[in-house]
């Protein structure tokens, strides 16, 4: 008989080592991802320093669901909800204020694995796994080997089955910007958010 979830000692795991501030690669719906506890500062610096990311691009954050991002005090805008309707879970990063008055990135994953993983370690600070300005790694056998070395664990989840990033909007205010087109098309958003 085959196991339900066949990484679920992987994820037990990493929901240990997320929690003691490590830093994990993990797959996800678009490409596979480097991440660590979101509120972690320690662990999220170390992700700048892996990557060679320049400080001042925020990492977004992939939840297990929308009750997780009120939980964080996201604050959803008109299209901001249209958009997550449509489209979470999925390949959608949507940036959002919250009661502090920042900005957050956050995803929900189409991705039965990553999302067992969120619901074990809670919400992951997250970029995809390469060097800076370097391809996104779509599979395992993408990632460089020096970051394989660099982090705590590694998942193997096959291929992701997108094999494209995540499209970006900042939806903040009350018309949308677009900050990169990944899965999702401008014109599939726009056609969306038409009648918004």
Known sequence: MKQKNPHQ??????????????VIIFPTDTVYGLGCAAGNKKAIARIYRLKSRAGHKPLPVLIPSLAAAFR????LSLPGKVLVKKFWPGPLTLVVGTRTGKTVGLRIPEHKLTL?????TGPLATTSVNLSGQPSARSIGEIPAALIRAVDLVIDGGDC?????????????????ILREGYISKKEIEKILKNV
């Not at 000692?9 to 490590?22: S, W």
């Not at 970006?168 to 018309?175: I, Q, R, Y």
Request: glycine letters at 12%; zero cysteines.
């Open 116 to 120: 067992a993983l969120l619901r074990k």
């Open 161 to 177: 089955p997108l094999r494209v990033e995540s499209t970006v909007v900042d939806a903040t205010g009350s018309e949308i910007k």
């Open 72 to 75: 964080l005090g996201a604050s």
């Open 9 to 22: 000692t992987q994820i037990t795991e990493a929901g240990q080592i997320v929690k003691k501030g490590g």
